[in-house]
């Protein structure tokens, strides 16, 4: 198979038939000979180009539908994970990541909608968790009574850790060396918080809905990815920090402002390079 320089792309394990019938699963490719300090995702291009611009070393690793580069930025191994947009798409790409390249940290960054009414364009929300706010549970409504909000309340997500008894998350954790080390990278664009990261397959614009949405999961902030990777980590022990950019708020900004995807990159490569090598925050 010939490779393009600079670019892998990762070959399904094959099954061998030995001669004695012992089925084997061919190895995987070289790139997971290292464990790698840390993994940054982005779901778009306009989110992961400030990173890609500092990796040293870079090589591309394409596994099935997402895109990995690997290489160093101020001697720490990393590794950047384009997800695509999306549960499916961070869940996946999350999973597949830590599983080729076993980063001892997970970093899930991109621009974000405002829930919270006193984030403005630009502050960034650190995520002390991150809440699936698409889980709806609706009491029974007859027919020809409407769509009330009254009757909807959150539906959580379930984790069997380690095969044990079934856990139920009404949000995922974030790692709180990470949160600390977030909190104190300097930036001069806005307000950097500590927060709770919503995600969902929306782009909601709705003010009453987003209102609803903060009251009943808390959430500051509402993006396309962060609470599904974040749950993956979760249910794979990997220490995990969502890092959103607010890129647009409906009551102050309905418009939304791509920039937003590299300004938070840039805070988000300044947070790489503080980190101890080798560690996830100092521990």
Request: charged share 25%.
């Amino acid at each position: 198979m010939n490779a393009t320089p600079g670019r892998t792309r990762a070959r399904r394990p094959r099954l061998c038939l030995s001669a004695i019938l012992l089925l084997v699963v061919c190895a995987p490719a070289a790139a997971t000979a290292q464990r790698y300090d840390l993994m940054v995702q982005g779901a778009l291009d306009s989110e992961l180009r400030p990173l890609l611009a500092a990796l040293e070393g870079k090589h591309e690793v394409q596994l099935d539908a997402w895109t990995f580069w690997t290489g160093r930025i101020g001697g720490r191994r990393v590794v950047i994970s384009r997800t695509e947009v999306g549960p499916l798409n961070a869940a996946a790409a999350t999973a597949v990541g830590i599983r080729y390249f076993h980063p001892r940290a997970v970093i899930n960054q991109g621009t974000a909608g405002g829930h919270n009414r006193e984030l403005q364009l630009w502050d960034i929300v650190v995520g002390e968790r991150t809440t699936d706010f698409s889980g709806l549970e609706q009491k029974h409504g007859d027919a020809d009574t409407g769509v009330r909000l009254e009757r909807w309340g959150p539906l959580h997500n379930r984790l069997r850790l380690d095969g044990r008894e079934r856990v139920e998350f009404a949000s995922f954790p974030g790692d709180a060396a990470l949160v600390r080390t977030a909190l104190r990278v300097p930036y001069a664009r806005g307000r950097v918080v500590a927060g709770n990261v919503g995600s969902a397959l929306r782009f909601t614009r709705e003010l009453d809905l987003i209102d609803w949405v903060r009251r009943t999961y808390g959430t500051d902030s509402e993006d396309m990815e962060s609470a599904y990777a974040g749950g993956v980590a979760t249910a794979m022990h990997v220490p995990f920090v969502a890092v959103r950019i607010i890129s647009n708020t409906e009551w102050a900004h309905p418009t939304y402002e791509r920039v937003a995807g590299e300004y938070g990159a840039e805070f988000v490569l300044a947070l790489v390079r503080t980190l101890p090598q080798g560690t996830t925050a100092g521990r």
